[in-house]
């Protein structure tokens, strides 16, 4: 280890990326709270949006999570009428996810999060999409270099 002084946290990308999202949190909580839904359930609930019919493990890979995060949480929007679990015909050690009406009635009422996040932040779209292209390839590039290690 070095002796160089640590970085004060406002100067630390990783605090900036953990505070940023902390804030993300506390604004779209009240508008989860509206919708039932919590943000865990809302992530879950977006993989689903973009691919029904998807594995607990898959939802959980798609959010970076483990399975073991999710599946309360996916048990949780079953039981609030959102989505149901099936095991897989393929594989029965699989459990596939597949969104029911109201689960899928949720996805457009979900817009006012993105409006929230674009008007408080200041922020235009095209500067939003700019900013969220360089988090995942920060993402992605963590990710690549954490697989070679």
Known sequence: MTDAPTLPLDSQLCFSIYSAAIAINRAYKPMLDELGVTYTQYLALSALWERDGLSISAIADRLGLESSTITPAVKRLEAAGFLSRRRSTADERLVEVFLTEKGTDLQPQTACLTDALLRRSGFTVPQMIDLNDKVQSLRD?????????
Not at 141 to 149: E, K, P
């Open 141 to 149: 590039g963590l990710v690549r270099a954490g697989d070679q290690a």
